[in-house]
């Protein structure tokens, strides 16, 4: 029962954190955003699939795709991190 | 353990810690920059999702020990915290 | 974020312009195309000063909208864009600083600078909460 609803928090402060950083993005155009905000949409995806292999189908292993997901947005999290932090 | 599913999986997991440390850092060095506790906030969150994968690569935890899972409980509770902090009226000087 | 102007106006307005003077630059060079201005002549036309004026001279060489500033001598500055993708551009800032002035020139001087106070704004939940 907790399981379901650490994952579905998550998913929903992802999601949250996402479209906050997405619209300031569009005030700003402040790329750091733009990357930050496609991390968290790929995070809240993550917790996505690790609820849906957790809970939904229990018997299938995800375990690469939720790996691959969670590796690409903080990759892309970094890219924003270290290239457009400052002007 | 030399199936390739489990060594790939285990090598992207190792850099998904390392990329959630790399960018904790990053928000600690935002938050010395500019004093802005959302960054603070931010950069422990990210410590601990850093650690809970860490965790939950090296112990293979299955997800029904759903205890296991809530250094990210805690990781996403800041983030709200941060997000409400931000919200909450000023009193005194601004924290900028 | 500002009505009436379309994005890519604002984005390349604010990528490209950092004070009114250089706006009101390109208007006067915009209008008359053909016709080489001094330095001295443009800092006339614009209240400005002929250093002023120089150094946003040679910003605009630096984005093709004139032509080389050599710097030396006495230059003579005339509306030159360097592509066609540029001169379509700059049309479409002329239309949009001459209806709608105001927005144009809050839109330079609202330009953030700080990518971080921008990511840490994007967490107010409303525009107008104080810092």
Known sequence: MMAYLVYLLCAVTSTACAALLWRGYRRTRAALLMWSAWCFAGLALTNGVLFIDM?????????????????????????????RSHD | MTDPFITTAMFM???????????????????????????????????????????????????????????????????????????????????? | ????????????????????????????????????????????????????????????????IIAPFPGVGSPNIAYAPATTALAEALHAVVLAYRQRRIAMITLIYEKPHDPLRSFSDAFRLRKDEPR
């Open chain 2, 13 to 96: 997991e190792g850099a998904v810690v390392l990329g959630f440390l790399c960018a904790a850092l990053f928000f600690l060095r935002f938050w010395r920059r500019t004093r802005d506790r959302l960054f603070l906030l931010f950069a422990v969150a990210f410590l601990l999702m850093a650690g809970n994968h860490a965790m939950v690569s090296l112990w293979q935890i299955s997800g029904e020990r759903a205890y296991f899972y809530l250094p990210r409980l805690a990781a996403f509770l800041l983030i709200i915290w941060a997000i409400v902090d931000k919200n909450l009226p000023r009193r005194g000087a601004p924290d900028a």
């Open chain 1, 55 to 83: 809970i939904v189908l229990p018997g299938t292993d995800l375990r690469l795709i939720r790996d691959a997901l969670a590796l690409g947005s903080v990759l892309v999290l970094l890219v924003g991190l270290i290239w």
């Open chain 3, 1 to 64: 974020m500002n009505p009436g102007i379309p994005s890519e106006v604002a984005t390349f307005v604010q990528t490209s312009f950092s004070s009114v003077e250089e706006l009101e630059l390109l208007m006067v060079l915009h209008a008359r195309p053909d016709q080489g201005w001094t330095p001295e002549a443009l800092a006339k036309e614009l209240g400005s000063t002929p250093g002023s004026i120089i150094r946003r001279a040679s910003g605009f060489a630096a984005l093709g």
